[in-house]
């Protein structure tokens, strides 16, 4: 079955940066647009940014733009999402999905979803 297991999250002070991955496994990973999600306690899922197959185009929430930066590269079936500026607000589970051949926002359109990984920014 399709595994993606994200990587790179953990306790950083406002300001600093963090590099999450997002290692997928028993997927064609080319084929598939790609995205990052966040989900902050109690509150519900959130898109983040979506990259496309090929990696050439990219989508960020305007809460995100200028700060943050996905990637991906399919010869290491890895995706990333590079974070700068940190701010208390990014803290959340930091959770990677694969969707259909073409870039979306909407996390209901997501068919794969890793467990995620904790981001927290104090302040």
């Known amino acids: 079955q399709v595994q993606l297991v994200e990587s790179g999250g953990g306790l950083v002070q406002a300001g600093g940066s963090l590099r999450l991955s997002c290692e997928a496994s028993r997927i064609s990973f080319s084929s598939v647009a790609m995205g990052w999600f966040r989900q902050p306690p109690g509150k519900e899922r959130q898109f983040v940014a979506a990259?496309?197959?090929?990696?050439?185009?990219?989508v960020y929430a305007d809460s995100v733009t200028g700060r943050f930066t996905i990637s991906r590269d399919n010869a290491k079936n890895t995706m990333y999402l590079q974070m700068n500026n940190l701010k208390p607000e990014d803290t959340a589970v930091y959770y990677c999905g694969a969707s259909g051949p073409v870039i979306v926002r909407d996390a209901i359109n997501y068919d794969y979803w890793g467990r995620g990984t904790q981001v927290t920014v104090s302040s």
């Open positions: 990259i496309t197959r090929s990696g050439g185009r990219t």
